[in-house]
Every structure is written in C-alpha cells, then in structure tokens.
C-alpha cells in the first residue's frame, strides 16, 4: 500500500485553525479531492474539529498531517503535547460547544487516539466510495456514498 504524508505545524492561536483548513483544501486538490466533493468537504470539516480540539484544550502546537492511501482512502492526524486522552462531551441544546467529538464520529469511517511522543495523536479515516454513474431517467444508482 503506497501512502502519501503531508504535515502542517500549528501554532497554539486558534487563528491557526483557518490557516489549517486553508492549507487542507490545497493538499486535498493536489491528491485529485475536488472542492465540489463532499469527501473534500467532509474531510475540511474534520480537521478543522480536531485541528480546534488540539488548539483550544491543549493551548500547545500541534501537528496536522493527512495521508493520501493509493486506494483512495484519507488519513487525518493531529498530534499535541498533551498527554490527556480526548475526552467526548455531550452538548445540550445550546450549547456552542462539545459537539466536535460527537461530529467527528458521525462523520469518519474511523477514529481513534494513541500515545504519540510525550503526547498523543487524535486519527480519523475516511474512506473515498466512488460514486456509481447515474442510470436512466437521472436516478443514481444504490450504494454506499459517504461523504
């Protein structure tokens, strides 16, 4: 399995979080992830909550990286300087945050953290469907799509 690695350093700024997704949408349209895709979207999505996540609850750099699978598949990674495990929260109503956890598992195919360094690294993966041509009368035909 060929794998391609990308990585960003981000400063502990939450301003880095725009820089981060801008950087993203780059990397994504050089692998062949389109804009007009919903993985690129997905995908932008993504590290933007866990790019935040190192940022706001560790207050240390972190590092992004994503890896571009021959089979079409993306990788995410944040990695920090925070030895503490991610911890979900559950949002009530209002609430403007303690969704990004809860986003990030309804969103990836997988995710997960591991001790990394004197931290640890926060993954999701998500898997790139092709999308089945569309059959008579427009109506695409059934299928896993995720997005």
Same mark, same amino acid.
Request: hydrophobic share 40%; with cysteine.
């Given at each position: 399995m060929q794998v391609l690695q990308v990585q960003l350093e981000v400063g502990p700024d939450p301003a880095e979080v725009g820089r981060a997704r801008r950087w993203a949408r780059k990397r994504l349209a050089g692998s062949g992830i389109g804009d007009d895709e919903p993985l690129a979207e997905t995908l932008v999505?993504?590290? +933007? #909550? @866990?790019?935040?996540?190192?940022?706001?609850?560790? $207050?240390?750099?972190?590092?992004? /990286?994503? =890896?571009?699978?021959?089979?079409?598949?993306?990788?995410?990674?944040?990695?920090?300087? +925070? #030895? @503490?495990?991610?911890?979900?929260?559950?949002?009530? $109503?209002?609430?403007?945050?303690? /969704?990004? =956890?809860?986003?990030?598992?309804?969103?990836?195919d997988r995710w997960g953290w591991q001790p990394e360094g004197a931290g640890k690294s926060i993954w999701c993966e998500v898997d790139r469907t092709p999308v089945e041509p569309a059959r008579a009368g427009g109506v695409v035909s059934p299928g896993r799509m995720h997005c």
């Amino acid at each position: 399995m060929q794998v391609l690695q990308v990585q960003l350093e981000v400063g502990p700024d939450p301003a880095e979080v725009g820089r981060a997704r801008r950087w993203a949408r780059k990397r994504l349209a050089g692998s062949g992830i389109g804009d007009d895709e919903p993985l690129a979207e997905t995908l932008v999505l993504l590290i +933007s #909550e @866990l790019v935040t996540n190192a940022v706001v609850h560790t $207050g240390c750099p972190a590092v992004l /990286r994503m =890896l571009f699978a021959a089979e079409g598949g993306v990788r995410v990674e944040v990695a920090d300087r +925070s #030895e @503490l495990p991610p911890r979900p929260r559950h949002a009530a $109503g209002e609430d403007t945050n303690g /969704r990004g =956890l809860e986003l990030v598992d309804g969103l990836a195919d997988r995710w997960g953290w591991q001790p990394e360094g004197a931290g640890k690294s926060i993954w999701c993966e998500v898997d790139r469907t092709p999308v089945e041509p569309a059959r008579a009368g427009g109506v695409v035909s059934p299928g896993r799509m995720h997005c």
